[in-house]
């Protein structure tokens, strides 16, 4: 049941989303503690977990009704155009790191761009053994994305499971697929594309983040996906360039592991992870140190684990914006 009602979540979301102030609702609906504990009994959720929470409007819609934002590079038509990944995470739940990055992207010059149709890399389906579903919703994707991989945008992921379903398991799910060998190629972290826009000599609006007492300091818990596959080297000259100190966590996997950590019988082990060094550099930390974790799973643990609000780099990176000025949107 866990793997149904979790491996379904993109779908359900969406379906969801149709419904006016469902969201809302649903919110409203969890503050109850027992309709919680009804939820995750039906769904087969872990009873020690709390459910996730909802963005009251979807990233999507949010970017299609928003104003004209500022941007260091003029006219929209004349900026180089990327694509940002609104994986559903993001888009459904934790919007905070899409809006964030949106005005980043604006801010370097870039015109932002989102995909016109409903776009998913699969990776609920894929993590809970539904590789033919996978399948299924990547070439769905694939037909929606063809224009845009067509014209050789860089598609920029905030979530790092997702981005790697794009850069890496993408084409052993779909090997005879010339568009997803292309996602491959177009496909980076915001934390890249960042670090190859900065080595470009590319616009760097960014001033360095400072507290009373000095240079403001991070604690980084790097996602698994992205430890194993591209690395975490471009977030930290981003971060340096920021004039962050970083102090980045080592042990490994925050515990949590996606759908993993919500199934009954892991909790034990889940939190014991965290343990490991997670959870104790988090909470012997100095005031005003930024808790860093790009992974939705991995904020949801620091956040179950040791109550600390983890924020994603987009977010870091736009408060090192410097403030609009007047009249500026």
């Not at 010059?109 to 579903?133: A, D, F, I």
């Not at 340096?240 to 102090?247: F, Y």
Request: aromatic fraction near 6%; charge should be negative; hydrophobic fraction near 40%.
């Amino acid at each position: 049941m866990a793997h149904f009602t979790m491996g379904w979540m993109p779908l359900l979301m969406r379906i969801v989303e149709k419904v006016p102030l469902s969201f809302r609702l649903i919110n409203l609906l969890e503050s109850h503690r027992g309709v919680e504990e009804l939820t995750k009994r039906l769904g087969g959720i872990e009873p020690r977990r709390r459910m996730i929470t909802f963005a009251e409007q979807p990233l999507t819609r949010w970017f299609r009704g928003r104003p004209a934002a500022r941007s260091g590079g003029g006219p929209a038509e004349a900026r180089p155009s990327v694509v940002l990944w609104p994986d559903t995470f993001t888009n459904f739940s934790a919007d905070a790191p899409g809006r964030a990055a949106v005005e980043v992207l604006e801010a370097m010059g870039y015109r932002v761009l989102m995909p016109m149709g409903n776009v998913c890399c699969g990776l609920t389906w894929h993590s809970t053994g539904q590789l033919e579903m996978t399948q299924k919703v990547l070439r769905q994707t694939l037909d929606v994305m063809e224009p845009l991989i067509e014209a050789g945008y860089p598609i920029i992921g905030l979530e790092p499971s997702c981005t790697v379903m794009l850069q890496e398991e993408i084409t052993e799910l779909l090997p005879g697929d010339p568009r997803a060998r292309r996602v491959t190629e177009l496909t980076t972290t915001i934390g890249a594309f960042a670090a190859r826009h900065l080595a470009e000599g590319g616009a760097w609006p960014f001033r360095e983040l400072a507290t009373e007492a000095g240079p403001a300091g991070a604690v980084c818990q790097v996602h698994c996906h992205q430890q194993s596959m591209s690395g975490y080297g471009p977030e930290l000259e981003v971060l340096a360039k920021l004039g962050v100190d970083t102090a980045v966590v080592g042990g490994g996997c925050c515990g949590l592991a996606g759908n993993w950590g919500f199934e009954p019988g892991h909790y034990e082990v889940s939190q014991t992870l965290g343990e490991r060094e997670l959870f104790p550099a988090i909470r012997s930390a100095a005031d005003g140190t930024i808790v860093l974790a790009d992974g939705f799973s991995c904020r949801t643990q620091i956040a179950q684990g040791t109550g600390a609000d983890g924020v994603h780099l987009a977010e870091v990176m736009r408060a090192a914006l410097p403030p609009a000025e007047p009249g500026e949107r």
